[in-house]
């Protein structure tokens, strides 16, 4: 497979190692201009007519900036930083533009999982409860004891902080509420892994996922992350897809 990169930094690099048996060779345009022994870099953004998809990794903005070049283009869309949907007039623009794009749009899990339980259950959810702890470096403070730094929904954690909120905003896309999932997030000086607990209530059942994840080399991206964007691509290669 021949994907473009939007972005080529941490993340990309963690997808290129752990895809290298399936990516032939690929695109990639990083507004920084880094280059690299491998793949073919784009000086300027383009959406290359032989490439099979176009997979982001690289920030809110570059989402909200390029999204209708490449809709427009008819690729299949990885986007990981999914804090762009958190924005109502982003989200509605989006959603219109993908009516009459042939674009499949791919939303990988990212820094947490058990989307495929929260998916399932989605219309009987009445509630769900997302808390993250994040060492207090990872949101530029010092605490000497945990502190709660936020409390509402991911369209607002994200404002906030939004190198940092990813998760709330792709859970709530799961939920297909951003009314119904409460999110708090701590610094929390006893820690050196982002967790993220979830505590979704339903009238299904009841239902309590732990994530205590191992940072990436960028310590605001967990290393799950761009793992997540990696399997979701790999599945299409496999004739048996497992979990959903
Ligand atoms: N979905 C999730 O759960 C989740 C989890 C962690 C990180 N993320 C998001 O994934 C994204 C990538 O993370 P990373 O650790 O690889 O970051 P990174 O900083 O290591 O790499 C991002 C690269 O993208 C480039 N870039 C940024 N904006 C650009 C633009 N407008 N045009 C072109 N290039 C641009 C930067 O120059 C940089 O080289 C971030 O937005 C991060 O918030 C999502």
Known sequence: MKPMFLGFGNSTKIILKELKDIIDDFYYYDEKKITSDLGIRLENFSIPEDCDMVIECASVGAVKKYYREI???GKDFYILSTGAFADSTFRNNFMKKIVDSKSNIYIPSGAIGGLDVIYSIRKYIDKVFLKTFKPPISFGRNDKKRELIFSGNAIDAINR???????SVTLSLAVGSFEKVLVEIYSEPNVEKNI???????????YTFTFENNQSPNPKTSL???????????????????GG
Request: net charge positive; no cysteine.
């Open 71 to 73: 809709l427009d283009s």
């Open 161 to 167: 902080f939004p190198k940092n909120t990813n998760v």
């Open 196 to 206: 993220h607990k979830i505590e979704a209530i339903s009238s299904v059942g009841n």
């Open 224 to 242: 799950l992350a761009p793992l997540t964007l990696a399997a979701v691509l790999r599945k299409n290669f496999e004739k048996i897809k497992i």
